[in-house]
């Protein structure tokens, strides 16, 4: 999916009030450092390995080499005070050796390095930047999130040992 598919996918079926009552409601999240992202689809770099699964018919059903359905995993992403939780599963190739998270997914719990976020006030986009490590890892991960007025999320994940990945999702406040 193209960033400009995206962007018209994220931002198109809500009216200007409502998305301005979204944007309000997210920047009040994002003030009070409770969000929680439930991701539901993941966008792997495509490579050779991956579309070998996929022609060897051990994808899942409906699962292409760059499009996999998250909808039965529980990965998420959450911001909760001065730290960020997270856990996605990871589709792709590892570039260095080291230690993987758990079932080689992308585990972070920690308080994150260079962490930014601002507002576009044309499009209403909240953008999110940060650093964080993997757990028990010395990989790092650079993370960019963009919450749409629709809460819809776009992740993007570079890592210094892997290709990077994105994923889709959805926002809403973290309950305690």
């Not at 390995?49 to 359905?69: E, H, R, W």
Request: charged share 20%; glycine share 6%; with cysteine.
């Amino acid at each position: 999916m193209s960033l400009l598919s995206l962007g018209v996918w994220s931002c198109s079926s809500l009216s200007s009030v409502q998305k301005e009552n979204n944007t309000k409601e997210i920047a009040l999240w994002l003030d009070l450092q409770k969000v929680h992202i439930d991701l539901n689809t993941a966008y792997p770099r495509s490579n050779s390995a991956l579309q070998k699964l996929a022609d060897n018919g051990l994808l899942a059903p409906g699962n292409t080499s760059n499009v996999i359905n998250l909808s039965s995993s529980k990965s998420f992403i959450k911001i909760h005070q001065d730290s960020i939780q997270g856990y996605l599963p990871y589709y792709g190739t590892r570039q260095t050796a080291g230690r993987l998270g758990e079932n080689g997914s992308i585990n972070f719990h920690d308080i994150p390095k260079n962490y930014s976020e601002h507002l576009d006030p044309k499009t209403l986009i909240h953008h999110i930047a940060f650093e964080i490590s993997q757990k028990k890892s010395s990989e790092v991960f650079q993370i960019q999130i963009e919450i749409y007025p629709t809460k819809n999320v776009q992740v993007l994940i570079n890592s210094s040992q892997r290709d990077g990945i994105s994923y889709n999702g959805k926002a809403k406040k973290l309950k305690e």
